[in-house]
């Protein structure tokens, strides 16, 4: 089944499944407004049976983000064919079964290389990707298992927005049609739980960067830093635009990040997490934050 063939979710259905589309046509990533993270963190060692919990896996330089968030299980990218053995067994276990979202921000290997094994190995029930094909044995892969599936993905063009019973998830598309580089197609996820924000970046790069800092006036507890920490010339004015008090980057022994890239994250003194040094955990009930690797 080819792009064409992907079919758009219909705005009754979205209703029917509790999800909501933006109606203003462009990405608003402001909502309430916060105090600082770096002046209302509650830092633990662990918080027992936490209602909210995200699992970074060590996947290489390579996203496979797990969260279970209230009643929902919800998967940011699947990391790379060659990891996605091992990303299905973690999931099995956690004991997961289903999964309520699966979220690809963008069609590159190291985001949708384990999708296939995903969507076959579980019950998924709503896929989101970014709108545009890829010619690569990865995205072949994907297409052919959601075929199999008989899943129909949403093509996101509008803004997106799940709540659960004490989280409102707020997923953000690429504002044009089409970009130069694959990665500013990444689809820009925003989670709030209680008084912390998280947010998810993808892999984007200098002109969806710039989208989401020209729309952004929200402060986030901790991000999942954009394209393996890679350095480039909005890399500052973004984490001023979002003053965390965490960050996380995927990357491998072979594959760092930017010197500059930690360099900057130390300067603003944000705590900074590798998912090469092995699997993050955090967890948090809304009031108290835990982080573990």
């Given at each position: 089944?080819?792009?064409?063939?992907?079919k758009?979710?219909?705005g009754t259905i979205m209703?029917?499944?509790?999800i909501?589309?933006g109606l203003?046509?462009?990405s608003?990533?402001?909502?309430?407004s916060v105090d600082?993270?770096?002046?209302?963190?509650?830092?633990?060692?662990n918080?027992e049976?936490a209602p909210f919990e995200?699992t970074?896996?060590?996947?290489?330089?390579?996203d496979?983000?797990?969260l279970?968030?209230?009643?929902k299980n919800i998967?940011?990218d699947?990391g790379?064919n060659?990891t996605?053995d091992?990303?299905?067994?973690?999931?099995?276990e956690?004991?997961?079964?289903?999964?309520?979202y699966?979220i690809l921000?963008h069609?590159?290997?190291?985001?949708?290389?384990g999708?296939d094994a995903?969507?076959?190995?579980?019950k998924v029930d709503n896929?989101?990707?970014?709108d545009?094909?890829?010619?690569?044995?990865q995205?072949?892969?994907y297409?052919k298992?959601?075929e199999?599936n008989n899943i129909n993905?949403?093509l996101?063009?509008?803004?997106?927005?799940v709540?659960?019973?004490?989280?409102?998830i707020?997923?953000?598309?690429?504002?044009?049609?089409?970009?130069?580089q694959?990665n500013?197609?990444s689809?820009?996820v925003?989670i709030?739980y209680?008084?912390?924000?998280?947010l998810?970046a993808?892999d984007a790069?200098e002109?969806?960067?710039?989208?989401?800092?020209n729309s952004?006036?929200?402060?986030?507890t901790?991000?999942?830093?954009?394209h393996?920490?890679?350095?480039n010339s909005?890399?500052e004015?973004?984490?001023?635009?979002?003053n965390?008090?965490?960050?996380?980057?995927?990357c491998?022994d072979?594959?760092?990040?930017?010197?500059d890239?930690?360099k900057l994250?130390n300067k603003?003194n944000?705590?900074?997490?590798?998912t090469?040094?092995g699997?993050?955990?955090?967890?948090?009930?809304g009031?108290?934050?835990?982080?573990s690797?």
């Amino acid at each position: 089944m080819g792009k064409n063939k992907l079919k758009k979710f219909i705005g009754t259905i979205m209703a029917a499944l509790g999800i909501s589309f933006g109606l203003n046509g462009c990405s608003d990533y402001s909502k309430k407004s916060v105090d600082s993270p770096s002046t209302n963190i509650a830092e633990v060692n662990n918080i027992e049976n936490a209602p909210f919990e995200i699992t970074f896996m060590n996947v290489g330089k390579a996203d496979s983000i797990f969260l279970s968030i209230d009643d929902k299980n919800i998967m940011i990218d699947t990391g790379l064919n060659s990891t996605k053995d091992n990303v299905v067994s973690q999931l099995k276990e956690k004991n997961i079964d289903s999964i309520d979202y699966l979220i690809l921000t963008h069609m590159d290997k190291d985001h949708i290389g384990g999708a296939d094994a995903i969507l076959n190995e579980f019950k998924v029930d709503n896929v989101i990707q970014a709108d545009y094909s890829k010619d690569s044995k990865q995205y072949d892969q994907y297409i052919k298992a959601i075929e199999k599936n008989n899943i129909n993905p949403i093509l996101i063009h509008d803004n997106i927005n799940v709540k659960t019973d004490n989280a409102e998830i707020n997923i953000y598309p690429a504002l044009k049609k089409s970009y130069s580089q694959s990665n500013d197609y990444s689809i820009i996820v925003s989670i709030n739980y209680g008084k912390y924000n998280f947010l998810f970046a993808g892999d984007a790069e200098e002109e969806r960067l710039a989208e989401f800092i020209n729309s952004n006036n929200e402060k986030y507890t901790l991000v999942k830093m954009p394209h393996h920490g890679k350095i480039n010339s909005l890399s500052e004015k973004f984490i001023k635009s979002i003053n965390p008090s965490y960050s996380i980057i995927t990357c491998s022994d072979e594959e760092l990040p930017d010197e500059d890239t930690i360099k900057l994250l130390n300067k603003y003194n944000v705590k900074n997490f590798l998912t090469k040094d092995g699997e993050i955990v955090v967890k948090t009930d809304g009031n108290n934050i835990s982080i573990s690797q």
